[in-house]
């Protein structure tokens, strides 16, 4: 594998001059997030043809370039599974790889196989087996070794095959405006992203309206302190710690340190400002409150949510596509809440193609069940 390690400003903008008009580069990263809440990136991986460009971030420092060519418009990005990348580029370069070919979402499209892994689809369509010996490799360390390069040259490179590949199989099947489609989705949602975290906290629902918003408060908090130290979540306090705050409400240190369950040290350390954020919640007037989360779905509802998967399964197997390419999980149940007349925020994701192939015809399916 031919691959070249660029280590200076001069080098990166004459490797990327030497490409310009090309009209794809196949993308990756390789970055390590062990105790920090971003993460930090190592090595950005490129390739234009036969050889990669190794660009290394630590010894590189007008990274201008760099920005330009994900931002360019003429030249489609190719990266796979690229949410981390993005959070990667966002927190580095302050820009997101636009236009974005997902290579994992286009497998899905074309029912090669959903979340398939790299290696797995490297292997399934150019039957290479992939090296796995730098898999857990410090890829902070410098100098970088030989291994190290060449195992993340080997990680893009085949990328461009692999796009080839998918990219005849899309635009035979009407598909390629699916996949970009759905990379401006996740490149969007990624800017704008929603309260998430309620969705890890199962039991949300169980809470009065003036304990959710005490919840949504400290997850904010929490994600605002986790932000500003560069540290995980949970080193800050976790989930669990987060709904105890919201369902007990202590008032001073004691009850604090009685009733929270998490790691001490980091109580201590949090609890002036907890304590603080707690009293200010208490302050705020019933109608600010936010409405109460929908409980579980009852049996009726989860027999309708059966019937539209197998619907969506039928609708996948007419366009030769995943099923669960076409919707997500949390999709069923907020169809079925719309249906019901109840407030929903329709995804950006239920626009575009997939409202004419999937939205409309199952919205339709439970008029006609009501």
């Avoid at 920090?36 to 007008?62: E, H, M, N, R, S």
């Amino acid at each position: 594998m031919e691959w070249q390690l660029i280590e200076s400003d001069a080098a990166l903008q004459s490797a990327l001059a030497e490409v310009a008009g090309s009209t794809v580069v196949a993308v990756d990263t390789e970055f390590m997030r062990r105790n920090t809440f971003y993460p930090q990136v190592a090595l950005v991986q490129l390739c234009f043809g036969d050889k990669a460009l190794l660009v290394d971030p630590l010894q590189i420092t007008d990274m201008s370039p760099m920005a330009a060519l994900l931002t360019d418009p003429g030249v489609i990005k190719v990266l796979h599974s690229a949410s981390e990348d993005l959070e990667v580029f966002s927190r580095w370069l302050g820009v997101l790889p636009e236009p974005l070919f997902d290579s994992q979402r286009a497998a899905a499209l074309l029912d090669l196989g959903f979340g398939m892994g790299y290696s797995a689809l490297v292997k399934q369509i150019c039957d290479v087996d992939l090296p796995k010996g730098e898999t857990r490799s410090d890829w902070l360390q410098r100098p970088l070794t030989a291994s190290q390069c060449e195992y993340a040259a080997q990680d893009v490179a085949w990328l461009l095959p692999v796009w080839r590949h998918l990219q005849g199989q899309c635009e035979a099947q009407g598909k390629e405006h699916w996949v970009l489609a759905d990379g401006r989705d996740a490149v969007a949602t990624y800017n704008a992203p929603g309260n998430d975290y309620l969705k890890r906290m199962k039991t949300a629902w169980k809470l009065n309206a003036r304990q959710l918003a005490t919840l949504m408060a400290v997850c904010s908090w929490r994600e605002d302190t986790a932000r500003r130290r560069d540290k995980p979540r949970g080193w800050i306090i976790d989930d669990q710690a987060c709904m105890q705050l919201a369902l007990f409400d202590p008032r001073n240190h004691e009850e604090l340190m009685s009733r929270v369950e998490t790691d001490q040290r980091s109580l201590k350390r949090n609890a002036d400002e907890l304590l603080a954020l707690l009293a200010q919640q208490r302050a705020v007037p019933d109608a600010e409150l936010p409405p109460r989360l929908p409980g579980p779905l009852d049996a009726a509802q989860r027999k309708q949510v059966k019937k539209l998967k197998a619907q969506v399964r039928e609708i996948a197997n007419e366009l030769s596509a995943a099923p669960e390419s076409l919707l997500q999980a949390r999709d069923y149940e907020l169809l079925l809440r719309e249906a019901s007349g109840a407030p929903v925020e329709c995804p950006r994701h239920w626009c575009g193609w997939r409202l004419e192939t999937v939205i409309s015809p199952l919205r339709a399916s439970m008029a006609e069940m009501a």
